[in-house]
């Protein structure tokens, strides 16, 4: 199987395409480690507002290029998949896929985005969480034509149910360390008990495997947003899988040794982008001596400050606790401040020199959780301007609902000079669609 990292040595490859000028998974690699709303230019911003309406999502495919690059460039010897589920457009999936990702999968419908995307299906993982029948049924279908996809179990039932279903390829089993980090309690999955296999449970099980599976691989994804001091929990999780596949590997050999993902980015102005080159160093002592190849497979990592939503000012009123400012987005177009108390980057796109002040930013739905922000300093917002909230590719757009009978955005994707609506805004004929085909 190629690795996406062996493209790195691009330049000393003689198989390379040194003639094509796209520029290599190298050249992107050579790139800030994190890019803040400030870095964006707000004249074209709101000239895309204007053309394309609002609320709207925004995704620069470049920087989500450079994002991959760069972490891939700090795990050299590894295999890094791209986590299909952070943002699962098609223009980003052939972004990465075109660079040389392998696409990471934990439903069927990202699997056959996936590979409509371009993915070759034999370089895909799927992850199976309490899987429904439909996507076990595509996995395993998918893996007849396909002997190179690697299915990931967390239950011993999901065996069972491969089993029964004559399943005998490529499979990992995932690991629950018994150790959670993260953002936010609701993503800290490495101690939920609904996420694999108890970590003392997984030899013997590993072991049975064996008789009925090619068992490949053993698996971890222990929590999301990891930064700062994170970093600890997340190395004691990692500490706790590789004791593990040692003791799997006791009893035959295994091709790679899959952490998962989680690695955060900076959503907050006083936060330090991750040091990737300590993370490997960390992650690597912390988890030993296992003779299958490491996989890592960040999602949030590789888009969050890639995209941004704008949204148009359409009300403010001063009241003696705060300035409200209503816009037309809401917790269904970016949920994750309602979801998960996300804080999210706003400035004022239209007037970023104007004064500050302190201001709540708030949509048009009728729940106090539908609020980007709380008194929070922004370029004194009127109204039509267009503010841009930052750090929204990852589980952004992903998240998005249509509560309140609101069509979801319309995406445009930055590539190079070029930007391309690559998802239309939904019409209010797109939300009632379902219910004229049911009484058709
Ligand atoms: C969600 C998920 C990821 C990616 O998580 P991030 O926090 O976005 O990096 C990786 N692996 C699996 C199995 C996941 O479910």
Known sequence: MSSPTSDLDADTDPDSDVDSGAPTLKEYADSPPVRRLDDWGYTHLEALAAEHGTPLYVIDLDRVRENYARFAAAFPNAHVMYAAKAHTGRAVLSALIDLGAPIECAAWGELDRAIDAGADPNECQYTAVNPPDRDIDYAVSLAEDYPGVTITAGATDTLDRLSERGYDGRLAIRINPGIGTGHHEKVATGADAKFGLPAERVPAVAEEARDSFDLVGVHAHVGSGVLGDDIDDHCRAVGRIGETARQVESSGSLEFVDIGGGYGVPYRPDEEPLDLVEVRERVRAALGDVDGQLRLEPGRYVVADAGLVLTEVNTTKRTPETTVVGVDASLGTLVRPAMFDSYHAIRNASAPDRAREPVSVGGPMC????????????????????????????????????????????????????????????????????ERDANR
């Open 367 to 434: 729940t106090s959780a539908d609020v980007f922000a709380t008194d929070r300093p922004v370029s004194r917002p009127e109204r039509e301007d267009v503010l841009a909230i930052g750090n929204a590719g990852a589980y952004g757009y992903e998240l998005a609902s249509q509560f309140h009978s609101q069509p979801r955005p319309a995406e445009i994707a930055l590539d190079g000079g070029d930007a391309r609506v690559v998802r239309r805004r939904e019409t209010l004929a797109d939300v009632t669609r379902v």
